[in-house]
């Protein structure tokens, strides 16, 4: 089954506690991307990668790194969360046409 | 101004009703439109997309666009139950993979 697959799904953290929320899909697509759901706003795109070691930022990308070092993994790195990136995170890889495949989504609390 | 603005909403409607959902944007340059549904604790997923002006109908769904007043819709019809879900409309402009979304309307299809 097509999937992109992102974990934790749920988490709780503390301030400046670094953490890091992985994604993986199993399509080969080469177009991978990271946003951030909040309401009122909208999906942001916060960092995006073309292929592997490709990566660059989209609209909402400080505090958050990326890395790319094989195609279907695209993990999403926080170094020291702020409460501000409390929100709901989407892992979505692109097929051939532009449509975006959405992960389930990964709900982060930052106290 | 955002770029994409879509009505907020939150709509009710009575099952078998006409859900009629609307987006504009500013980009004149947005090529390629679509609408993602989005359910409660899911990632969104795509509906419909098209990339001329006009109508276009898959089963109950009917995605509209008029590239001159830069507005597009989506109508439900005979809406039901299981239609209740977040929609979101979204555009890009076709020479990268890099989408604009809008904020969302939630609709509830009352039984």
Same mark, same amino acid.
């Given at each position: 089954e097509a999937q992109v697959t992102q974990n934790p799904r749920y988490l709780i953290t503390v301030t400046g506690k670094k953490l890091t929320v992985t994604c993986s899909q199993n399509?080969?697509?080469?177009y991978m991307s990271w946003y951030r759901q909040d309401p009122g706003l909208g999906l942001r795109q916060i960092y995006y990668s073309m292929n592997v070691e490709v990566t660059d930022k989209g609209d909402v990308p400080e505090g958050y790194k990326v890395s790319r070092k094989e195609k279907r993994n695209f993990p999403l790195i926080l170094e020291s969360p702020s409460p501000n990136q409390t929100s709901l995170y989407f892992c979505a890889s692109t097929g051939a046409t532009g449509e975006l495949f959405f992960g389930e989504g990964s709900r982060l609390t930052v106290l | 101004q955002k770029e994409v603005e879509q009505d907020p909403g939150p709509l009710s409607v009575p099952e078998g009703a006409i859900v009629s959902l609307n987006c504009t944007y500013s980009? @004149?340059?947005?090529?390629y439109f679509m609408w993602y549904r989005q359910y409660s604790r899911k990632g969104p997923e795509l509906l419909m997309y098209t990339y001329s002006s006009g109508n276009k109908e898959d089963g109950r769904f009917t995605a509209q666009v008029d590239k001159s007043s830069k507005y597009i819709s989506l109508f439900i019809r *005979?809406?039901?139950?299981? *239609? @209740?879900a977040t929609y979101l409309c979204a555009m890009s402009e076709?020479?990268?993979?890099k989408l604009s979304f809008g904020a969302g309307t939630t609709v509830t299809v009352r039984a």
């Open positions: 399509m080969n697509h080469e | 980009n @004149s340059a947005f090529q *005979d809406s039901q139950p299981s *239609d @209740s076709g020479n990268d993979y």
